[in-house]
């Protein structure tokens, strides 16, 4: 079991930044993570926006966020991670409702990746709000 809490998001002009943290416990020591932020902007399809694996240097960033957001996790141990994602640079196509995501993955080494597929990720949080004005 897995259990995700946001924080962060909030409103800020365009050109502006923002950080979002999700912070992830996990009962399974051994596990690797991919850790994702996906967003969703009313009935579309949540969009993997940037993610991260707990077992390798894999990243990964959507083409809309590549040069302004950046994904980031630090280990407090015993597969407990702060996953963050600081925003710069925000516009208004970036206000969405944003979500911390995971799914468990056993993979080590370099050759590791992580899909951006919302159908994976098994657990989600609760969804904060980012709104960009202009």
């Known amino acids: 079991q897995v259990t995700l809490v946001e924080s962060g998001g909030g409103s800020e002009q365009a050109g502006g930044s923002l950080r979002l943290s999700c912070a992830a416990a996990s009962e399974r020591t051994e596990d690797h993570w991919c850790l994702a932020w996906f967003r969703q902007v009313r009935s579309e399809e949540r969009e993997a926006v940037a993610i991260i694996y707990t077992g390798s240097s894999f990243t990964y960033y959507s083409d809309s966020v590549k040069g302004r957001f950046n994904i980031s996790h630090i280990s407090h141990g015993n597969a407990n991670y702060i996953m963050s994602l600081q925003m710069n640079a925000l516009q208004s196509a970036d206000t969405a409702l944003y979500y911390c995501?995971?799914?468990?993955?056993?993979?080590?080494?370099?050759?590791?990746?992580?899909?951006?597929?919302?159908?994976?990720?098994?657990?989600w949080g609760q969804g904060t709000q980012v709104t960009v004005s202009s």
């Open positions: 995501a995971a799914y468990r993955d056993l993979c080590t080494g370099s050759h590791c990746y992580c899909t951006s597929g919302a159908e994976e990720y098994s657990y």
